[in-house]
């Protein structure tokens, strides 16, 4: 069961991406994990990889393929994965519908957790984390038991410039500009599947679970 998981920035995909991972014990993949494991064991792509972050720029979409293709020729991936933030771009997609082709192998669904933007502002700017030690908490879903302070460690609570509404705003005009188009993309390859991410955590994988079958 190799499936692709779609959705915008906040929309909760990551969340669900492990949970089908437990449920159905095949890795949970990530770009980022990607990279930093091959980068921590000095592989020739994590070198390659290395030179474009270390410059700030963007690992070409080739490489960003290779990498992923690797990591899905490994044996724990003989009963499936779920990608999760790959592929973002239509000539990704395409890249990697061609490397898995030739290794004889497809994409079954691409699932994608869809949320209204003012959800997602909504949502994101909702978040507070702790300036001493990380936990993070939403005001309306799980406030701090003082407002604006860590019931862990008593400091400070603050809104991260990446989950400010402005912020959000712009990343979601970027994902609307460049991800959105692989809905169009993957219903035309027939394995695309839609699940409302404005329900309860619990109800859109329950939904998921009822796509991909027990």
């Known amino acids: 069961m190799k ?5 915008a920035p906040g929309a909760g995909k990551g969340t669900q991406a492990k949970k089908i991972a437990e449920k159905y014990k095949i890795p949970h993949i990530s770009t980022g994990d990607i990279f930093r494991a091959n980068i921590k064991e000095g592989t020739e792509l994590g070198k390659k990889a290395k030179t474009y972050m270390d410059q700030g720029l963007l690992v070409p979409d080739e ?12 044996d724990d991936c003989t009963n499936g994965y ?3 933030g790959f592929p973002r771009t239509i000539p990704q997609a395409e890249s990697l519908d061609a490397a898995l082709e030739k290794i ?5 669904y691409a699932i994608n957790v869809e949320v209204p933007d003012e959800n997602i502002v909504r949502r994101m700017s909702g978040r507070r984390a702790c300036l ?23 400091k400070e609570l ?13 990343r ?22 839609e699940v409302d991410g404005t329900k309860d955590m619990a109800e859109v994988f329950s939904d998921i679970v009822k796509i991909l079958g027990e």
């Open 3 to 7: 499936i692709i998981m779609l959705g």
């Open 63 to 74: 490489l960003v393929v290779d990498l992923v293709v690797d990591r899905v020729k490994q």
């Open 82 to 84: 779920v990608l999760d």
């Open 104 to 108: 004889g192998e497809k994409i079954d």
């Open 132 to 154: 001493g030690c990380g936990a993070t908490y939403h005001i309306e879903h799980i406030p701090p038991k003082t407002e604006g302070i860590c019931d862990t460690c008593g």
């Open 158 to 170: 603050v809104l991260r410039d990446d989950d400010k509404p402005e912020t959000v705003t712009k």
């Open 172 to 193: 979601l005009n970027v994902y609307h500009e460049q991800t959105q188009p692989l809905i169009d993309y993957y219903t035309d390859k027939k394995v695309l599947a």
